[in-house]
Nanobody
Framework: QVQLVESGGGLVQAGDSLRLSCAAS????????MGWFRQAPGKEREFVAD????????SNADSVKGRFTISRDNAKNTVYLQMNSLKPEDTAVYYC????????????WGQGTQVTVSS
């Protein structure tokens, strides 16, 4: 049974930092990767950042470049999203995602964690 368990969301002020974590179990990531997406109220889910498990190549949305950093811990099957210089427009539910091969879209999702940034 595949599980993605997120943690680390919360309420912060603009300019603060947060770190999200997502622990994956029940799947093999060596040929795939993990990522973070977010969905703000009234908006569609959007890509934030992802990482290829083998080699660690990362990608980031333009809106978070220079502020958010994705990383992974291979031994713990865990991905992190370090979010610095948070802005009110970063307020959203953040979802962790995983895929066991890079040939398909993300097909495993976490339950989501709320991040609220006050001005």
């Amino acid at each position: 049974q595949v599980q993605l368990v997120e943690s680390g969301g919360g309420l912060v002020q603009a300019g603060d930092s947060l770190r999200l974590s997502c622990a994956a179990s029940g799947l093999t990531l060596s040929r795939g990767g993990m990522g973070w997406f977010r969905q703000a109220p009234g908006k569609e889910r959007e890509f934030v950042a992802d990482i290829i498990w083998s080699g660690g190549t990362t990608s980031n949305a333009d809106s978070v470049k220079g502020r958010f950093t994705i990383s992974r811990d291979n031994a713990k099957n865990t991905v992190y999203l370090q979010m610095n210089s948070l802005k009110p427009e970063d307020t959203a539910v953040y979802y962790c995602a995983a895929r066991t091969t890079l040939r398909i879209p993300y097909n495993y999702w976490g339950q989501g964690t709320q991040v609220t940034v006050s001005s």
